[in-house]
C-alpha cells in the first residue's frame, strides 16, 4: 500500500480508476481515501459481497461482480 500511495501522484488527473479483481477493497479504499472515483470488479461473489459492504458508503464508489 505505500508503493500505491507514492504512485498516486503519476495517475492521470482525471481522478477516476478500475480496481480489477478488487477482492475485499484495500486497495479501493485507499484510492478513495485519496480521492479518486473507483470502479472496482470482483468475479467472486462472496468476496464481491463483503467488497460492497465494507466501502459501498463512499458516494465516488462503483462496483460490479463480474470481472470479464
Not at 478513495?32 to 468475479?43: D, R
Amino acid at each position: 500500500m505505500g508503493l500505491m500511495r507514492c504512485l498516486y501522484s503519476f495517475l492521470p488527473s482525471s481522478r477516476k480508476v478500475v480496481d480489477v479483481g478488487a477482492n475485499i477493497g484495500e486497495a479501493s479504499e485507499c484510492l478513495l481515501k485519496a480521492g479518486y472515483e473507483v470502479y472496482s470488479f470482483e468475479p467472486h461473489l462472496l468476496t464481491y459481497e463483503k467488497l460492497k459492504s465494507r466501502i459501498s458508503h463512499y458516494p465516488q464508489f462503483h462496483c460490479y461482480p463480474f470481472g470479464e
